[in-house]
Structures are given as structure tokens and as C-alpha cells.
């Protein structure tokens, strides 16, 4: 069956590391992998988006990267601030198709 | 722009009872979908439409209808609520279908069924 796997439920890091969040997926085939950012009691908000030929995204302080071959994706938050502090989801999209969700890393930064 | 918004925010329910949640967007996209997050679970597809007069059913149809009767409006119809359905519904909208360009959320209705 298909799977999407979001290494932890919760992830705690100190101020000013790097926050490594990780998506695994099983039985996909995405053309494009989305990174979102969802803050308590509202909706997702859009960070990043990598395609299958790309290995590599950055934004700001936001890095993505996409191997098909692992079947994995890495989100990376560095010199992280208290106001990382939210849930990260991840997506994937087969092309075409519909968009499928992990269930989420809520990550907390502390100061 | 507003986006995408949604009504209510809060809804209480009876067993049975039906109810209709509403979903609107002004930026002429022709994607929108409707999702529900459980704890644990992530957000899971209910509905989504890729244009007007086109629905079609994601992962998690059963009790749920919808219509896309313009491209700004795609309300989500619970037929008979039961408990199972108590969770967080988010509308969303794309310029197209496929994961090639942004989602944009609502803020989310929370349903409560007793």
C-alpha cells in the first residue's frame, strides 16, 4: 500500500541549529514533492516545492532535498529560531493527480 | 484578495443532522479540494474539482457530496453527520491540478459531531 512516513511525531532542537525533518514514501511515484507549514488551528502554508529531477531546493534558511532513489525527501531549517516552532508537512503529487499529505513533524525550538 | 476562505469556523452537529460547509476563493483558480485532519492521521483528501461542473472523489468520499457549480465556490456537504466525521476540514485551491504550483488553505472549519 502507499505510505507516507514523516520521521517523528515531534522533534526538539536548541536555538540556532539546524532542524533536519524527514519524509519517507513507499509505493509512490511523485512528480513533485511540496514542504508546508501548519501553525496551530490554522490552515497549511506553502514553503517549498522540488520536482523529480531536482536534487536540490533552497529558500532563505529553508533547504529541500528529493531522492527518488531513497524514496525520501530532507527538510532543513538552519540557524533556527523560536518562531520555526510549528508542524511541517509533507506532500506528494503524482502529476496530474491528487496531492497526499504526511501526517506531520511538529517541531519546537527553544531558546 | 481574501483567498480562500471558509464558513463557519465552529460547527456543532447531532447524529444525523445535515450540513452544508461552505468554501470560497477569488483568485480564479480552477483547483480546489477539500481535506480532513485527524490527530495522527495528516490531511486526508475528501473531494476536489478541477474546474467548474467537474468533481471527483480522493481518499476519503464516503458521506460526503460536493458541486462545483463556478470556479470560486466548491461546498461540502455532509449528508448525515456521525461522530466519525468529527474532525478539521480545510478547503484549498491551486491555478491547476497535480502538485506543480502552490496549495493555498482556508483557515479550517472544526466539526464537532455528538
Redesign the interface.
Known amino acids: 500500500s502507499q505510505k507516507i512516513e514523516q520521521n517523528s511525531e515531534a522533534l526538539n532542537i536548541q536555538e540556532g541549529k539546524t532542524a533536519t525533518l524527514t519524509c519517507n514514501y513507499t509505493n509512490y511515484s511523485p512528480a513533485y514533492l511540496q514542504w508546508y507549514r501548519q501553525d496551530p488551528g490554522r490552515g497549511p502554508v506553502f514553503l517549498l516545492l522540488i520536482r523529480e529531477n531536482e536534487k536540490e531546493k533552497r529558500k532563505e534558511r529553508l533547504k529541500v532535498t528529493f531522492d527518488t532513489t531513497l524514496k525520501q525527501s530532507l527538510f532543513h531549517i538552519t540557524a533556527s529560531q523560536p518562531a520555526d516552532s510549528a508542524t511541517y508537512l509533507c506532500a506528494l503529487a503524482p502529476g496530474g493527480g491528487d496531492m497526499r499529505f504526511g501526517a506531520g513533524t511538529r517541531l519546537t525550538v527553544k531558546p | 484578495n481574501a483567498g480562500?476562505t471558509q464558513t463557519p469556523k465552529f460547527q456543532v452537529l447531532k447524529t444525523g443532522q445535515s450540513m452544508t460547509l461552505q468554501c470560497a476563493q477569488d483568485m480564479n483558480h480552477e483547483y480546489m479540494?477539500w481535506?480532513r485532519q485527524d490527530p495522527?492521521?495528516?490531511?486526508?483528501?475528501i473531494h476536489?474539482s478541477v474546474g467548474a461542473g467537474i468533481t471527483d472523489q480522493?481518499?476519503v468520499p464516503n458521506g460526503y457530496n460536493v458541486s462545483r457549480s463556478t470556479t470560486e465556490d466548491f461546498p461540502l456537504r455532509l449528508l448525515s453527520a456521525a461522530p466519525s466525521q468529527t474532525s478539521v476540514y480545510?478547503c484549498?485551491s491551486s491555478p491547476i491540478?497535480?502538485?506543480?504550483?502552490?496549495?493555498?488553505?482556508?483557515?479550517?472549519t472544526r466539526l464537532l459531531v455528538l
Open positions: 480562500v479540494s481535506y495522527g492521521m495528516g490531511l486526508r483528501l476536489y480522493g481518499e480545510f484549498a491540478t497535480g502538485g506543480a504550483e502552490t496549495q493555498y488553505f482556508g483557515p479550517g
